[in-house]
């Protein structure tokens, strides 16, 4: 599997790309505060967020599209939240009777359903302005600078190196079972339910099993090349002039949106 | 796409600021935990283990298998991971899996990720783990049942975990939430408690001495057994209440303020329109849930016995 295949990030020069990856972060998790106490209803700061995410992508140079295309993934989970329409908690404006059910949709619902929509999908659009904008063993070190433990950011720097090998293997194992379990079309083929379960625990444990091995092998490797529990990078990633002006600006227009929501 | 999603990565947007807060707290707290006894306990090579083993679990994410109807069974991993690494490291290792998957894939929000950790990596831990401990010097086939159970209660646990907290935002109603999650969910946590039983019996075959070695670590001691027991009978008890009478709860969180935070418009109290969406949810979600365990309990009983036949023969 090529690597591209899970890394969104794309090798551009621009002044998102150029920023130091903590303002990024940063500025990533306070536009998601924003979002989140921003009063449902405030559809004007809600369009401003949305400008304010497209002059990012537009900086960015990836396309203003860039992050709307891929923000679908959030679909599935709105599912939950259609109930919030029929919430009691408001006054209902239609009731429909369809025999076995009644919906009655309430303003308050309805309100909160499409707050609830929009702050997904603008939240979710931000993440991957992040991520398409920066490498993730930059999104690391900037974790790394923000304070969080050294063992969990050492974690996930070999969780992601470490993702593409074993999904490599996982995907070898499950090749080899489809290579096995050949059938013919229309012929049910594979034994009972609790026999494919038990195939796959077992491909489970056998992935786990090398996983283990490896994971020997590697920090093996490690000590012979002298490694001293710290992984190091060549970026130092320090903040320049540019990094606390994009800083200023975001924090300043965030409450300013703030503003404009919360005054009627 | 390889890599694909499960239902209980809540992304951002759904919960409110006080109830993604809250959560981030208790996980902070916990992981904070974690941290302080894995970094005094064991020794840098644990970091390069757990970060692998962390990979492995979302690559294990990929292994699925067809159940019935064109689903498939799938793999959360969380108790395997603290069963096997111990709890302490299997919260750490859980957590980086939620963190990455919401950095990189997007799947689960930034602000409400505390919440996502909590419901996947804390709480199948603590049931998952809590649960195996207390069995840990019992036979082989009472082991393995055991740990079946524990995660398919940590994935209903993760489930009604999730849709209090999305209750608790005023995203969802309570009475639709609850059983439509935990009737999903009853399904996918068999899948997970087979491959779970599955994937530990084939590790006890091959490479005893891994989980020898876990069981003398330590950081799993008796108190897992406990906080293991309440929270699962927390689930228990509070699933078909939630279900048989959502008002009571709905009070309870009215006296706590959450329902206020939630919303910003003036309500009355009294107003309660009443969907009858499903019958009489109650009932029904009490009887599901006994009819699932029963399941549970049954296939799980067959699996042992035949990995205990296919062992012997």
């Known amino acids: ?264 | 796409m390889l890599y694909s999603p499960v239902q209980l990565h809540i992304p951002d947007g759904f919960l409110t600021i006080v109830v993604s807060l809250l959560f981030w707290l208790a996980t902070v707290i916990m992981v904070g935990i974690a941290i302080s006894r894995t970094n005094r306990t064991l020794g840098e090579k644990q970091i390069p283990l757990m970060g692998i083993m962390a990979a492995f679990i979302f690559a294990a994410q990929m292994i699925n298998f067809p159940v019935a109807g064109g689903t498939s069974g799938h793999f959360l991993g969380g108790a395997l991971a603290s069963i096997v690494l111990g709890p302490w490291a299997g919260i750490l290792v859980m957590t980086a899996v939620v963190g990455v998957q919401a950095l990189l894939f997007q799947d689960g929000g930034l602000l409400v990720m505390g919440a996502n950790i909590f419901n996947m990596g804390i709480l199948t831990a603590v049931i998952g783990f809590g649960l195996y401990r207390l069995v840990i010097n019992q036979k082989r086939g009472v082991r393995l049942t055991v740990a079946g159970i524990g995660s398919w209660l940590a994935t209903m646990a993760a489930a009604l975990l999730t849709s209090l907290q999305l209750w608790l935002s005023s995203t969802t109603r309570l009475e639709i939430v609850v059983p439509a999650m935990l009737g999903v969910h009853a399904l996918i946590g068999i899948g997970e408690a087979m491959i779970t039983v599955a994937a530990l019996s084939f590790i006890e075959r091959t490479r005893p001495d891994l989980l020898d070695e876990r069981q003398s670590s330590p950081g799993g001691g008796k108190g897992w057994i406990f906080a293991g027991l309440a929270f699962s009978l927390f689930a228990l008890l509070i699933s078909p209440y939630a279900s048989a009478n959502p008002d009571g709860l709905e009070r309870v969180a009215q006296d706590l303020g959450f329902l206020e935070s939630g919303q910003n418009s003036p309500y009355n109290l009294l107003q309660d329109y009443s969907i009858p969406f499903f019958g009489d949810t109650g009932a029904s979600t009490i009887i599901a849930g006994i009819v699932g365990v029963v399941v549970v309990f049954g296939l799980l009983m067959l699996v042992g016995r035949n990995l205990r036949a296919s062992k012997e023969s």
């Open chain 1, 1 to 264: 599997m090529h690597f591209h295949a899970f890394d969104q990030f794309h090798f551009r020069e621009s002044r998102i790309h150029n920023l130091d990856p903590r303002i990024k972060v940063i500025i990533t998790v306070a536009f998601i505060l924003s979002n989140a106490i921003l009063p449902d209803g405030s559809w004007p700061a809600f369009a401003l967020a949305w400008l304010l995410l497209l002059i990012g992508n537009d900086l960015a140079d990836i396309g203003l599209g860039f992050t709307f295309k891929r923000s679908f993934v959030v679909i599935p989970f709105t599912l939950v939240a259609v109930s919030a329409i029929f919430s009691p908690l408001g006054e209902p404006l239609v009731i429909w009777d369809l025999g076995f059910i009644t919906l009655a949709p309430t303003d308050f619902g309805l309100i909160r359903f499409f707050g609830i929509l929009i702050r997904s999908w603008l939240s979710v659009q931000m993440a991957i302005l992040l991520v398409a904008t920066t490498q993730f063993p930059d999104l690391i070190h900037a974790f790394e600078h923000l304070r969080l433990p050294r063992i969990l950011t050492t974690i996930i720097a070999f969780l992601y190196r470490y993702l593409f090998v074993l999904s490599n293997e996982a995907l070898r194992i499950i090749r080899a079972r489809d290579a096995r379990s050949a059938g013919l079309p229309g012929v049910k083929r594979g034994g009972s339910l609790n026999w494919r379960a038990k195939t796959t625990g077992n491909m489970v444990g056998q992935l786990f099993l090398r996983s283990y091995e490896r994971s020997d092998r590697i920090y093996n490797a490690m000590i012979s090349r002298g490694y001293t529990g710290h992984i190091r990078t060549f970026n130092p990633h320090e903040m320049g002039r540019e990094d606390w002006f994009v800083l200023g600006v975001s924090i300043f227009s965030l409450l300013l949106i703030q503003l404009v929501g919360w005054i009627r």
